[in-house]
């Protein structure tokens, strides 16, 4: 009985914590709040960073159990997929998308409109040629083409 009544009051005390991210705004998913996303594209290759915050009870929870629940929940913010974590903590996280973009041949690539699954405040999309900027969206729109950076190199060289 006391296994059950400790387990019971572990699970009321997640619920307190976990409750508060339930009233979220748009930029919120469970307990995180995104602040940015950049996707930098290098060929047919994304490397997404994530900058985000995290509730404050939600740090103990991430010391008992590890910080998977933390990866799932942020892969489904990003929606992509196949994407691989390359780093994460409290604060940022960073992933790698492989075949991102389409590849037309002589190095053009076709970076697709995308849509997230949260509101990103600040979204910054960089390509080897360009930066692009966009504020309170949950789309990155028209997609984008550009010139990937072996072809930039094999000129060059």
Same mark, same amino acid.
């Given at each position: 009985?006391?296994?059950?009544?400790?387990?019971? &009051?572990? $699970?009321?005390? /997640?619920?307190? @914590?976990?409750?508060?991210?339930?009233?979220?705004?748009?930029?919120?998913?469970?307990?995180?709040?995104?602040?940015? /996303?950049?996707?930098? &594209?290098?060929?047919? *290759? !994304? $490397? /997404?960073?994530v900058h985000?915050?995290?509730?404050?009870?939600?740090?103990?929870?991430?010391?008992? $159990?590890?910080? #998977?629940? &933390?990866?799932?929940? &942020?892969?489904?913010i990003l929606?992509?997929?196949? !994407?691989?974590? #390359?780093?994460? %903590?409290? *604060? %940022?996280?960073?992933?790698? /998308?492989?075949?991102? !973009?389409?590849?037309?041949?002589?190095?053009?690539?076709?970076?697709?409109?995308?849509?997230?699954?949260?509101?990103?405040?600040?979204?910054?999309? @960089?390509?080897? #040629?360009?930066?692009?900027?966009?504020?309170?969206?949950? $789309?990155?729109?028209?997609?984008?083409?550009?010139?990937?950076?072996?072809?930039?190199?094999?000129?060059?060289?």
């Amino acid at each position: 009985m006391g296994a059950r009544a400790a387990a019971f &009051l572990c $699970l009321f005390f /997640v619920g307190l @914590i976990i409750a508060p991210a339930i009233a979220a705004n748009d930029e919120r998913y469970g307990y995180i709040t995104v602040d940015s /996303v950049q996707v930098q &594209l290098m060929n047919d *290759t !994304a $490397l /997404v960073d994530v900058h985000y915050s995290v509730d404050e009870g939600t740090r103990l929870i991430f010391f008992l $159990l590890g910080k #998977q629940d &933390l990866k799932n929940k &942020l892969l489904k913010i990003l929606n992509y997929n196949d !994407a691989q974590m #390359q780093h994460i %903590d409290l *604060t %940022d996280a960073e992933f790698v /998308v492989n075949q991102v !973009a389409y590849s037309y041949g002589d190095g053009i690539y076709w970076y697709p409109a995308h849509q997230f699954n949260v509101v990103i405040p600040k979204l910054t999309v @960089i390509s080897p #040629q360009v930066i692009r900027n966009y504020t309170n969206t949950n $789309l990155f729109p028209d997609g984008m083409g550009y010139f990937g950076t072996s072809t930039i190199n094999e000129t060059s060289a």
